[in-house]
């Protein structure tokens, strides 16, 4: 009965190499989210998508490809990973787009570029 | 856009004591004001939050103030126990998203 899930928990690669992380929710969500965390645990928003389409991306470098083949996934796939992109990264849904929506967030997926 | 900023960075009290941490933001629009509590290797979970046509909220040891003239808004931790020990944020979400305070890492001394 797991609300947001991600997979795989751990991650680790070697620079240059390309990567996926998937997202799911079972709530009936319309909007979904991914987000870095760093080393300093800030938490900072890199893209939202609701029903299915894009609507933040925040200037993310284009290595980073979010894809939503529908409501309840969101993938995010990195190109030629480098060492800065070691962080965890979280998804996470909320009902819709409305500003007073609770988030609810998956366990995180810890990235780590050697 | 949105600035939010939260302080302290880390807050360290004993067992049974109260904690207090607070979280100013830029945008006088927004009227929602969630805190979100991150365990060790889990994901932030929503703890408590506040809508602007109100000035505090409580839920049991914990409760939340806003200052809309102001823009601040602070957490409240009452009788703090181990388990509060945690890392803890602020958000002020608008215009589809939630811009995020830096975090208080709050530690819990028995």
């Known amino acids: 009965d797991t609300a947001v899930s991600q997979t795989p928990k751990y991650l680790v690669t070697q620079m240059g190499n390309d990567k996926s992380i998937k997202c799911e929710q079972n709530?009936?969500?319309?909007?979904m989210y991914w987000y870095k965390q760093d080393s300093k645990k800030f938490l900072k928003i890199m893209f939202s998508?609701?029903?299915?389409?894009?609507?933040i991306n925040e200037t993310v470098p284009n290595r980073f490809s979010p894809k939503s083949p529908d409501k309840a996934h969101l993938n995010l796939h990195i190109n030629s990973l480098e060492l800065g992109d070691s962080a965890v990264y979280f998804c996470?849904?909320?009902?819709?787009?409305?500003?007073?929506?609770?988030?609810?967030f998956g366990p995180g997926t810890r990235l780590t570029v050697t | 856009g949105e600035n939010v900023e939260q302080h302290p960075s880390t807050l360290s009290v004993q067992e049974g004591d109260s904690a207090v941490i607070k979280c100013t933001y830029s945008?006088?629009?927004?009227?929602?004001f969630p805190w979100y509590k991150q365990e060790l290797g889990k994901g932030p979970q929503l703890i408590i939050d506040?809508?602007?046509?109100?000035g505090e909220k409580k839920d049991q040891r914990i409760a939340v103030t806003l200052n809309k003239t102001a823009k601040h808004f602070s957490l409240h931790i009452t009788e703090t126990q181990p388990e509060d020990s945690a890392v803890y944020f602020c958000?002020?979400?608008?215009?589809?998203?939630?811009?995020f305070g830096d975090g208080t890492t709050l530690t819990v001394k028995p």
């Open positions: 996470a849904s909320s009902q819709d787009l409305g500003p007073s929506r609770e988030q609810y």
């Open positions: 709530l009936g969500h319309d909007t």
């Open positions: 998508y609701n029903n299915k389409e894009l609507i």
């Open positions: 945008d006088s629009a927004s009227n929602y």
């Open positions: 506040i809508r602007s046509n109100v």
């Open positions: 958000a002020a979400p608008n215009a589809g998203k939630s811009t």
